[in-house]
């Protein structure tokens, strides 16, 4: 696509003559007759340059610049002055032009300026989204934490899908770290140097969703005083994410189906297309299928989005990673907080292994910051912990009382199972008896974990497996 050129000067002969060879140079040129022209078009189109006379009958070239940044358009500008002035200059640089020229001026120095000035703006622009992006690089390559069989899946997918480019649907409950995987993928893209961005469907107004997401024409609708770049646009070459695509209306979703096809759309208010190069990823905490079937998301659509679906399991299902995942936000905000780095004891540990996190990753990571603000010790106490987050105790509370029920149940049928005949000695028959069903509740209430259950006992995991061995109690690890 030629890069167009705005040239704004009340003598057509200057016109002519600039438009004429900046034409033969390969730019596309607009014109405009005088300053209110040069506003309007500026504003409503996309230049990669403008050339303005200082000089026009209604606004001067000085007066047209201040406009046009004060309403957000910050491409170069070069000034055309009859009068080679150090006053010129200087009013042309601090209303924020790239250079000026004087009449009468070298039509190959005109040539090699408007050049210089496009590759300036373009490099700084590049520049400025690298370092935008090294930035998030750094901040998400380190928000992904897990070592479960679940996590280990979703890395190898991640490596698998990142460089070919396919639409992803990642799905998973609030707070599982969907943005994450969405970040690690474009990360490891092709796309890695060029801006994603990310927006979240149920966080805007309907009625306002589709001109974030497309943009829009000065005056397509009231109040619309300029031009608007749309996400899409803004992702040009990069990568999108589509945030809770599951909120998506209807008559929106029609209209995303036609730009993955065709990858292009219109802006509100234009019958002229905007061609984008842009890789979607979308998230979901909802069942698309469910939604497909209720008529509420669109069968086609679904299956254009569903190209790679990652699904994130809730840290109810990987609480093996709950130890990592602790550690990383003590990390984490003891470098935000200027803390210092607080340790955890194993029994506040084992009380958050024990909640099943109904708001996941996120809600862990509030914990771990409310009860690193709250606590004064550097060592993170069970009672510290279960102050900060009193909803712990609870589950804590609940454990024990199963744990109550089922020894007394396994004593009581254990007490009546000795030979009535026994005088006497009961004590030392029960706690010799008692090993089995100890150990055997106790592997109940840990889930198989022998961790868990030799950490509950306070004896070794070694000594655990060996009394299992001489008891006869068999079970899987699910360690």
């Known amino acids: 696509m030629k890069k167009k050129i705005l040239v704004a000067d009340d003598e057509e002969s200057i016109r002519w003559v600039l438009g004429r060879s900046l ?19 500026a504003t409503s189109d996309d230049f990669s340059l403008i050339i303005l006379d200082i000089n026009m009958p209604d606004l001067s070239g000085l007066d047209v610049l201040h406009s046009i940044r004060l309403k957000g358009v910050d491409i170069p500008v070069i000034i055309i002055t009859a009068q080679n002035t150090v006053k010129n200059a200087i009013d042309a640089m601090k209303e924020g032009a790239y250079d000026y020229i004087a009449k009468p001026f070298d039509l190959d120095e005109v040539k090699l300026m408007v050049q210089r000035a496009i590759e300036s703006y373009e490099n700084s ?47 998973g409950e609030s707070g599982t770290g969907k943005e994450l995987v969405a970040r690690a993928v474009h990360f490891n893209s092709r796309r890695k140097e060029e801006r994603l961005v990310a927006v979240n469907i149920a966080a805007l107004p309907k ?42 209306p209807l008559e929106l ?76 936000f ?35 990571e509030n914990t771990v910051k409310r009860v690193i603000v709250l606590s004064s010790d550097m060592t993170i106490t069970s009672d510290a912990l279960l102050d900060a987050a009193p909803y712990l105790r609870n589950v804590k509370n609940e454990n024990r009382d199963t744990f109550d029920e ?28 008692i090993e089995k069903p100890l150990i055997e509740a106790t592997l109940e209430i840990t889930k198989g974990n022998k961790k868990k259950a030799a950490a509950v006992l306070g004896i070794n995991r070694n000594t655990l497996s060996k009394k299992m061995e001489e008891l006869g109690i068999h079970g899987e690890d699910s360690d």
């Open 23 to 41: 034409e033969k140079t390969g730019y596309s040129i607009e014109y405009g007759e005088n300053g209110s022209q040069a506003i309007d078009k």
């Open 125 to 171: 622009k590049k520049l400025e989204s690298l370092r935008a992006t090294l930035k998030e690089t750094m901040e998400t390559n380190q928000g992904i934490v897990g070592k479960s069989a679940a996590m280990l899946k979703i890395y190898k997918t991640i490596g698998r899908v990142a460089e070919k480019e396919l639409t992803i649907l990642i799905t």
């Open 207 to 248: 009625d306002l969703l589709e001109s974030e997401l497309f943009g829009y024409e000065k005056g397509a609708f009231t109040g619309a005083t300029i031009r608007k770049q749309g996400r899409f646009e803004e992702a040009n070459s990069g990568t999108i994410l589509l945030d809770e695509i599951g909120d998506m």
């Open 253 to 328: 979703q029609t209209k995303l189906l036609r730009v993955l096809e065709e990858k292009k759309y219109y802006r509100l208010g234009s019958e002229k297309p905007v061609e984008v190069d842009v890789r979607v990823i979308a998230s979901t905490n909802k069942n698309l299928e469910e939604e497909v079937e209720r008529g509420t998301f669109r069968k086609d659509l679904y299956y254009r989005l569903n190209a790679i679906t990652i699904e994130i399991p809730p840290v109810r299902e990987r609480k093996e990673d709950i130890p990592l995942l602790v550690e990383y």
């Open 330 to 364: 003590l990390e984490k905000y003891a470098n935000e907080l200027g803390t210092g780095k607080k340790i955890i004891s194993d029994e506040a540990k084992n009380c958050l292994m024990e909640y099943d996190w109904p708001g996941n990753v996120r809600e862990l």
């Open 406 to 433: 089922l020894m007394k149940a396994k004593l009581f049928n254990l007490i009546n199972s000795i030979n009535e005949a026994t005088s006497g000695g009961i004590y030392d028959i029960v706690i010799k008896k």
